[in-house]
């Protein structure tokens, strides 16, 4: 890219202030990330929770996949009530996960192979055990400390009832009652998650610079970008009010200042040099979230409806369509998932009858039955309809494996504070956030020189190892390679503009442009083969998520839910 500013100086990585030094151009919009849930990755120290040292040891295997950058779950110091996205102190590794210089090996290491690394970033709550909430805490009501945090007195005689009616993310009541200094309770403060997990006041002076400085803490030490954690909640609405439906009052609009926050951002951003980004986190519907996305704010953001969508040609078509005419509005690109550490994973919701409970953590209807080859095959479609798309892909740990959800971990050894807050009747998600399985028949897989680890790893996954994975010319992990190297060469591939063809029920078809030559992209949800598009009545495969059209064959009929890359005779 060339320097939008080419007098100025920006900040480098390693703190100089020299020209800047501009790598790639706007390199996210067309990338694929990595997710990495740092502890099922890889354990690097024998404890049974997978650590930077681990993933170290694995960046040849990540950078065999032909993605362009990781996003590294948190790691900075935490007690773990939420798995990290308790943040004690912003500037710190947690020694569960190794320490900065190990961060700062891992930086070095990644970026000699030229791969991006991002971090997860949560400026929406901090964890109790955060500085400035303990200083809240001791310091009493009405005063600065206990500004930072939304603090309130309870309703009722004796404030003895919650300020509003709003319910946590995670079950249960939104405020949490304090005991104060001389042993009475007190105030109540809000958490839109667990209690371990405070909100921040936003509209707080000290709040905005203070996480700016933190932003600047991790890309002065070469931090490419950030994803940001339930980017569109810092502003609640200040009068609080109770709501029908007991859900919070959150608006994203531009009046209500989250806006401002964000193009704070970009201006830390942009004093650096590189190109360095920001995918936000927000279920909001697609013409809120293109607001995140306006060229002074931030660059990338999930597209949860394809997330969510059920193996359905119309459903996903219209995730499709509508965030592409969202971001396009607003110049910005796409990014598609299908997998991430909040979802069961796609494997088992393919392969059911697809009922997704829950708001905001989906769970898996317990009662369904899982079809895990059916699961698959649908997986395998899924992903090269995904990286066909014009934008940015995100990969979640496991995926590339074909992993399905684990949904039978005992409930003694339930970690999600889901469990505990839902009083025991949603099981929340730990079952997409169990180990890699690396080599070998049976757990831990490689995973850990420990048997014991951080969440059991079930029998039978020996044919879901890298190893095993890595010899079979057929498996899941052989299916993405492929797919990412023709993506990386071919310059339509999550590129091109896409035009949607004429296509039977249940069936989707697009063409995505290029100079090169268009490629036709042919979806079949439905359970029976079914003809391709009449305008291409016959086609040429490039790639097809079904073994049994081998590439380069000519074909006229598209397998049972399959995807099919194709050019013209
Ligand atoms: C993260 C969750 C986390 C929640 C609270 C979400 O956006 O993805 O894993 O529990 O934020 O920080």
């Known amino acids: 890219m060339s320097d939008a500013n080419p007098g100025t100086h920006r900040e480098r990585a390693d703190g100089s202030d020299s020209p800047a030094q501009v790598t790639g151009a706007e390199w996210w919009r067309h990338a694929v990330i990595y997710q990495i849930y740092p502890r099922s990755f890889a354990d690097g120290n024998g404890d049974g929770i997978g650590d930077l040292r681990g993933i170290i040891d694995h960046l040849d295997y990540i950078d065999s996949l032909g993605v362009d950058g990781i996003w590294l779950g948190p790691v900075m110091s935490s007690p773990q009530a939420d798995h990290g996205y308790d943040v004690a102190d912003y500037r710190d590794i947690d020694p569960i996960f190794g320490t900065l210089a190990d961060m700062d090996d891992l930086i070095a290491a990644c970026h000699q192979r030229g791969l991006k690394i991002t971090l997860d970033f949560v400026p929406n709550h901090t964890s109790e055990a955060h500085p400035w909430f303990q200083a809240a805490l001791a310091a009493g009501p009405g005063s600065p400390e206990r500004d930072r945090y939304l603090f309130r007195p309870g309703r009722g005689e004796h404030g003895e009832l919650p300020p509003n009616n709003w319910r946590s993310v995670f079950g249960g009541p939104s405020w949490t009652r304090v005991i104060e200094s001389d042993g009475t309770p007190g105030e109540w403060y809000y958490h839109l998650f667990a209690p371990e997990q405070p909100d921040l006041n936003w509209r707080n002076p000290d709040v905005l610079p203070e996480f700016s400085d933190v932003l600047r803490f991790w890309l002065r030490r070469g931090i490419d970008g950030f994803r940001i954690d339930v980017s569109d909640a810092p502003m609640k609405d200040p009068g609080f009010p109770d709501t029908a439906d007991e859900q919070p009052l959150i608006p994203k609009d531009e009046a209500s200042g989250v806006h401002d926050i964000y193009r704070a951002f970009r201006t830390v951003f942009d004093s650096f040099d590189g190109d360095r980004m920001a995918v936000v986190e927000t279920g909001a519907p697609a013409e809120i979230v293109a607001l995140f996305l306006r060229p002074d704010e931030m660059n990338l953001a999930f597209n949860f409806s394809f997330t969510r969508s059920p193996w359905d040609a119309d459903a996903i078509r219209d995730a499709i369509t509508s965030a592409l005419a969202a971001n396009d509005a607003v110049g910005a690109p796409t990014t598609w ?30 009662q369904a039955e899982v079809d895990v080859a059916l699961g698959i095959r649908r997986h395998r479609a899924m992903a090269l309809l995904m990286c066909a798309l014009p934008g940015t892909v995100y990969l979640y740990n496991g995926q590339e494996l074909g992993l399905p959800n684990v949904d039978d971990l005992p409930e003694a050894v339930l970690q999600d504070p889901v469990w505990e807050r839902s009083g025991h009747t949603e099981r929340g998600r730990d079952g997409c956030r169990v180990p890699m399985p690396w080599s070998g028949d049976e757990p831990p897989y490689g995973f850990s020189t420990n048997r014991q680890t951080w969440l059991p790893m079930p029998q039978g996954w020996g044919h879901y190892t890298v190893e095993n994975e890595d010899a079979d010319a057929e498996s899941m992990l052989m299916l993405y390679r492929r797919a990412l190297s023709l993506r990386a060469i071919h310059p339509g591939l999550g590129r091109g503009a896409i035009r949607w063809l004429e296509a039977a029920d249940a069936v989707l078809a697009l063409e995505v442009a290029s100079e090169l030559e268009p490629v036709v992209v042919v979806v079949n949800t439905g359970g029976t083969p079914a003809p391709l598009p009449a305008e291409i009545p016959v086609g040429i495969t490039i790639l097809s998520s079904d073994p049994t059209v081998p590439t380069g064959s000519n074909v006229v009929e598209i397998p049972a839910d399959a995807t099919v890359w194709l050019r013209r005779p």
Not at 359 to 366: F, N
């Open 337 to 366: 998932v299908t997998d991430n550490h909040d979802m069961p994973r796609s494997v088992s919701r393919y392969g059911t009858s697809l009922r997704l409970v829950g708001e905001y953590v989906p769970a898996l209807d317990q």
